[in-house]
């Protein structure tokens, strides 16, 4: 392919200034395909259920060295399948994988993604919450946060706020508030030329001299938002060194206290060496490694780190309508849905309403209340009267929030992988219960094998589709 010549320059320096990294194939890297991967959730699957979902999935995946969770998959196999549907796993490109994996999220933490969609990293972090702590994250464009939204949704995390915000806002709002900051910054995209052409073309009009003030901007209010003693992982896919080891090294010098972590060595992961301009950082080469290209580099602030509590807080006064509306809700889940064990995991907060949603949010909201936000914990479903009555409607991502066992026995209809009433609910049609050991009448939960997908309403051996139109495939 036809690189920027600008780039190529840019290169040239890197390489006479770095002889130790071999350039030997690194422009003919871009006329190979990218290796594609996939991420399974760390919330939804062990471990050990991993080697069956993959014997569905395909025979040739393998797993990528710098990621616990991550699988390169064949050129061919589609990344959409009934456990994508079921937030099973996320199609993400296996450089993207590293920077989640380094910043290592623990239950209780609260992180900050400053710019995250379509929120690829987002959701692992939140899966490595595994309920407890929270998540925000934020992205500045609107129309990506879209996408974030669904990823999110997908997922099922339930402790996570997603922004639509500029960084500085953030800062002003939430000083020393996380524990661990990641900032998969807007770069050049170097490392991306290979997969998207318009990479190349937008490297015309965002090179690097347009971008690094950005990112710049973006640390700097990083820093604020960060407690003592806490993390930032910062992440590009550019090879450029303004951009990347030069930008952070230049971030040190104005903000002192912060170290660099070092990670041991990762087949596939670069570590730039004592003596080099950033030593700790790590890089992704595609001449060597086969993905696209990544910088990535873990950052400590000195300080010792406070914990921070989570509560639940309510805001305001709940109309009556809206009481009546989360009591359905409630008891649409004690007694349609959910077994003994789902119930000991609801968590004894009651459901706030925005508008007709309902939400199970476990944190105090009103530190969020001037910042633009997109979604504020775990959408429950809807309220709305019909005819002088309440009635509640529950939403997908209650769903997809659902584990297995949370589920009554006689409230899930597990359907094989290879059962073509996958796709078919999928698609919004009526299904039916034939061989299913459910009840024969109200409320269930259609899944593929243990992950749930849906809800669904029995009566008999029909089942009504509930799955929203909007999620529908073609
Ligand atoms: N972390 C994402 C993921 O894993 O899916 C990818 C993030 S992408 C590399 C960079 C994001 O930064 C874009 O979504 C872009 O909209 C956002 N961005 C652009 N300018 C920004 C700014 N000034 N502040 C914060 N985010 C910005």
């Known amino acids: ?39 399974f959730s760390c919330s939804k699957t062990a471990p050990d259920v991993r080697p069956s979902l993959l014997k569905d999935l395909s025979e040739q995946l393998s797993p990528v060295p710098w990621c616990s969770c991550g699988y390169y998959i064949s050129p061919d ?65 609107f129309e990506r946060s879209k996408a974030l939204l669904r990823n999110i949704e997908r997922s099922g995390i339930p402790n996570v706020v997603i922004l639509n915000e500029n960084p500085d806002n953030i800062a002003r709002e939430l000083p020393g508030f996380f524990d661990k900051i990641l900032i998969d910054a807007p770069c050049s995209g170097e490392g991306m030329f290979r997969r998207d052409p318009r990479a190349c073309r937008s490297y015309e009009e965002y090179g690097p001299a347009q971008i690094a003030p950005v990112q710049k901007s973006i640390l700097d209010a990083a820093d604020i938002c960060l407690k003592d003693g806490g993390e930032i992982v910062y ?60 910088f990535c580099v873990h950052l400590r602030k000195s300080g010792e780190r406070r914990i921070t509590k989570m509560s639940f807080v309510p ?24 077994s003994e064990d789902g119930i ?45 009555k309440t009635v509640f409607s ?37 299904i039916t219960a034939e061989d299913c050991r459910a009840k024969k009448n109200g409320s269930v939960v259609i899944g593929v094998k243990d992950y749930p997908l849906g809800f669904g309403k029995i009566s008999g051996q029909t089942i009504k589709n509930l799955y929203p139109k909007a999620w529908r495939i073609m």
């Open 1 to 39: 392919m036809k690189l920027p010549e600008k780039f190529a320059t840019e290169m040239e320096g890197l390489f006479a200034r770095h002889p130790e990294i071999a350039r030997e194939g690194f422009y003919e890297s871009f006329d190979l395909e990218g290796r594609r991967g996939v991420r």
């Open 315 to 338: 805001s305001y006064k709940v109309p009556a309508s809206a009481r009546r509306g989360a009591d359905l809700a409630r008891e649409f889940l004690l007694s349609d849905i959910l």
């Open 394 to 430: 529950p939403s997908n991502s209650l769903a997809l929030w659902l584990s297995r066992r949370m589920i009554r026995e006689d409230s899930y209809i597990a359907l094989d992988y290879g059962d073509d009433r996958v796709i078919r609910y999928l698609k919004g049609e009526t």
């Open 235 to 294: 992440s590009t896919c550019t090879f450029c060194e303004d951009e990347d080891e030069g930008q952070i090294a230049a971030f040190m010098a104005s903000h002192p206290g912060y170290e660099v972590i070092c990670h041991p060595e990762i087949k596939g992961v670069t570590h730039n060496a004592e003596g080099s301009l950033l030593p700790g950082s790590m890089r992704i080469w595609p001449h060597i490694s086969g993905g696209d290209g990544h």
């Open 344 to 388: 000991r995991s609801l968590p004894d907060v009651p459901f706030t309403c925005h508008g007709s949603g309902l939400f199970l949010i476990e944190f105090d909201e009103k530190l969020f209340e001037h910042l633009k936000t997109v979604k504020t914990g775990l959408y429950i479903g809807d309220f709305k009267a019909v005819s002088n």
């Open 77 to 141: 196999m589609s990344n959409r399948n009934p456990y994508y549907h079921a937030g099973v796993y996320y199609p993400q490109e296996p450089s993207a994988m590293l920077p989640a994996e380094v910043i290592a999220v623990k239950p209780g933490e609260t992180v900050l993604d400053m710019c995250a969609a379509p929120g690829g990293k987002a959701c692992r972090m939140g899966e490595d919450l595994h309920g407890s702590g929270l998540l925000v994250a934020n992205e500045i464009s």
